[in-house]
């Protein structure tokens, strides 16, 4: 039968096919075993001053990236105004964080305390009051400020805290080692303090002797705000129970980050940094420190911003 024969033929060549590929030492190869997954490249950090912004009943929070990175903390003996705290020693940052672009407005202090009762309150309402100036008088922040975070935190799953006195003068440097974020000057048209003692080549100019809006002046290089003056920041600070504790030398515990100070043996202080609207420019330097105790309980000249944590 023809099929039959085509077949036969067949099997009789492919056996041939096998028989020489055997004397040539060829062999079937087996499959290799698939490789590792390819790892995915790690996400790139954000770029210094990238912000981040979140919103709460409607308000907005905006929030901007401060990398990790070491500096040089305080201001030399040569600086003109440097007052006590300020040795000038090496800090690292050893963890990125977000901080707000702006000092705490008023809309935004009624919302994350959830009511505007303070406003009806003589001994709490703020003596500048509108929606987009810094919220000052805060009765004591010291209670309230923690206070508030913890109902950020529950909203938005987010944890906020006050700034360390080291973070806030690292994020207002911005990598520069000038007394101000702008350079060696400062006078009334860069920022809101007492316009009649500027800084260094600062023209004379006005005192306002009130906050403004925040936002009314230039950032600096990673993207904040009123970093030199309108309302003096509270800041964390820390302060040893041993004497003989120091940072790097010296006796800086608050250089140190906040996730150590729990183990650190130490105690909470606070700080304002950055001078108010009725400073002068030398109290606005990046540098210049007024600690303060537990017993404030507010003033006019006074605010906050807040930290995010990645």
Sequence with gaps: MPYLRKRG???VLFGLVLI????????PQ???????AATAPAPEAPQPGSRQTLTLDGVEFTFCYI????????????ETGRGEGEKLHKVIISQPFYMMENEVTQEQYAVLKGNDSYL???????????????????FHP????????????????RKLRLPTRAEWEYA?????????????DLDATMANFNGREPYGKGARGKLRNETTEVKQFKPNAWGLYDMHGNVAEICLDYAPKDPDISVDGIKDPGAMDP??????????????????YNSSASECRASAVSPIDGSHGGNDGTGFRLVLLP
Aim: charged share 20%; glycine share 12%; net charge positive.
């Design 67 to 78: 990398p990790a990175g070491a500096f040089m903390m305080g201001s030399p003996e040569s």
């Design 9 to 11: 033929l067949v099997s």
């Design 20 to 27: 020489f590929a055997s004397a040539l030492g060829t062999r």
């Design 120 to 138: 009806k309150d003589e001994r709490r309402k703020p003596s500048f009051p509108g929606a987009k100036r810094p919220i000052e008088s805060i």
């Design 259 to 276: 996730e150590a100070i729990a183990k650190s043996g130490l105690k909470p202080r606070w700080s304002f940094c950055g001078g108010g």
């Design 30 to 36: 087996a499959l290799a075993a698939p490789g590792p």
């Design 172 to 184: 207002c440097r911005a990598g520069t080692s000038t007394p101000f974020h702008y350079g060696n």
């Design 142 to 157: 010291f209670q309230n400020i923690p206070t508030i975070c913890d109902r950020f935190a529950a909203a938005s799953r």
